[in-house]
């Protein structure tokens, strides 16, 4: 089992940054594929980024690619997701996941644990 805490979202202007984290607890964390995914309201919850155990790989939407950095520190079982250039339609619910398999995955049905979620609200 692997429990997962986020933190760090909060209201920004456009344009602004953020960097949420996501505290994890339980065994092996560092065998785990770590995602972020988010949800609007009224929307299906969506794939934002990867990376895998090592923290060698990552896989990014193309809606945040060269805008958000996704990175892990197997040390201190947290995963980070740093978010610049925010934008209005960045605005919604993230959550990070865990996933035991080896292999980068973006579907959000392969992820196992799941955080409760820490809102970003991006004001234009």
């Known amino acids: 089992q692997v429990q997962l805490v986020e933190s760090g979202g909060g209201l920004v202007q456009a344009g602004g940054s953020l960097r949420l984290s996501c505290a994890a607890s339980?065994?092996?964390?560092?065998?785990?594929?770590m995602g972020w995914f988010r949800q609007a309201p009224g929307k299906e919850r969506e794939f934002v980024a990867a990376?895998?155990?090592?923290?060698?790989?990552?896989t990014y939407a193309d809606s945040v690619k060269g805008r958000f950095t996704i990175s892990r520190d197997n040390a201190k079982n947290t995963v980070y997701l740093q978010m610049n250039n925010l934008k209005p339609e960045d605005t919604a619910v993230y959550y990070c996941?865990?996933?035991?398999?080896?292999?980068?995955?973006?579907?959000?049905?392969?992820?196992?644990?799941w955080g409760q979620g820490t809102q970003v609200t991006v004001s234009s």
């Open positions: 996941a865990a996933d035991p398999r080896v292999v980068m995955t973006k579907r959000k049905s392969d992820y196992d644990y």
């Open positions: 339980g065994r092996a964390f560092s065998m785990y594929v």
């Open positions: 990376i895998s155990w090592s923290g060698g790989s990552t």
